[in-house]
Structure formats: C-alpha cells, structure tokens
C-alpha cells in the first residue's frame, strides 16, 4: 500500500511558476513508476508527465513540454512538477499517480494502482 498527498497547488497569474509535491508513504518508493495527471473542469484526466522508477529518461507531454518539468528524490519519498510559464488552460486540479511497474507508458494506459487527492492549480489570465 502507498498512499500519496501531493501539495503546492495554489493561485498563480499567467507565466508564473508552481512547484507541486508528491509524498509517498507506506510502501517501498523505489519500486513505483510514478506521474502527475490533471483533470479541469468538465474534461477527462489528462496525463501530464512521468518518470520511470529507474529514474532514468522522464516522459512529458507534448501540451506542457518545454514547460514542466518533473523528477524524483528517493531519499525523500517525492515526486515534483516543476511548471514554468504557466497558462490558463494549465488550470486544473493536479493528481499524483503510482504503479509498480517499469516504464511510464503503463501509467498512459491506465495501469495505476493509487492516486493521491489531487491540488488545484488556478492561473488567472
């Protein structure tokens, strides 16, 4: 069992900057390929970026790359979304994801086992 509680979602005006958190609990951290999805109002949830439990090659997509960032501490149990110049269609709630397998492509295909409570992110225009 993992338990995931993401933080630092907030209020921010267009080309700001956010840096979300994701904490892991419970359950060996390093096994688990982890990612950030968003969900805005109305739309269905929308995979943002992850990284393999490797570590090694982090995947984003194409709408926020150049943008965002994400990475890992192991020693820390976190998972982090750098986001960078940020839009107003960023606006959404953000969610953290896990799954014990190997690559991220397994989370695009919907192969999560936990997800955290999600931390709204609001850009104003």
């Known amino acids: 069992q993992v338990q995931l509680v993401e933080s630092g979602g907030g209020l921010v005006q267009a080309g700001g900057s956010l840096r979300l958190s994701c904490a892991a609990s419970?359950?060996?951290?390093?096994?688990?390929?982890m990612g950030w999805f968003r969900q805005a109002p109305g739309m269905n949830r929308q995979f943002v970026a992850g990284i393999p439990r490797s570590g090694v090659t982090a995947y984003i997509d194409d709408s926020v790359k150049g943008r965002v960032t994400v990475s890992r501490d192991i020693g820390k149990n976190t998972i982090y979304l750098q986001m960078n110049s940020l839009k107003p269609e960023d606006t959404a709630v953000y969610y953290c994801?896990?799954?014990?397998?190997?690559?991220?492509?397994?989370?695009?295909?919907?192969?999560?086992?936990?997800w955290g409570q999600g931390t709204q992110v609001t850009v104003s225009s």
């Open positions: 994801a896990a799954a014990a397998v190997s690559d991220v492509g397994q989370l695009l295909r919907g192969e999560i086992e936990y």
């Open positions: 419970g359950d060996s951290f390093g096994v688990y390929t």
